[in-house]
């Protein structure tokens, strides 16, 4: 896959912030659902660099929704093991939205 260019890192970088402060969390919650070593922003940028060149597009937006997942579960009182499915009768978060997006793109090429 392909490596993301100095502005792609940018714009990630911009959206990881607004998105923290839409979820109510930090990069040290970023940190701990990355497993990533540091709660830098570089070392996060890193870390989801890492997942969208192993992964594209699809998978670094995939990861993102699963760790807003796993917040809004901790937000409910539910452990992530105990976690039940999101229903799509559920209203879709942002990040569920650029996921469908990037799908409907993808299948449209």
Known sequence: MA???????????????DWLRHCGRTQADLRRALRASSIRMPVLLEELARVHSRDGLTGLAQRLC????????????????????????????????????????????
Do not use: H, Y
């Open 3 to 17: 490596t993301l260019t100095a502005e792609q890192l940018d714009d990630l970088q911009a959206f990881l912030k």
């Open 66 to 109: 699963e760790i807003e997942s796993l917040w809004q579960g901790e937000d409910q009182g539910i452990d992530g093991d105990d976690q039940a499915p999101i229903s799509l009768d559920d209203s879709l978060g942002q990040l569920d939205l650029l996921l469908q997006e990037i799908r409907l793109d993808v299948g449209e090429a």
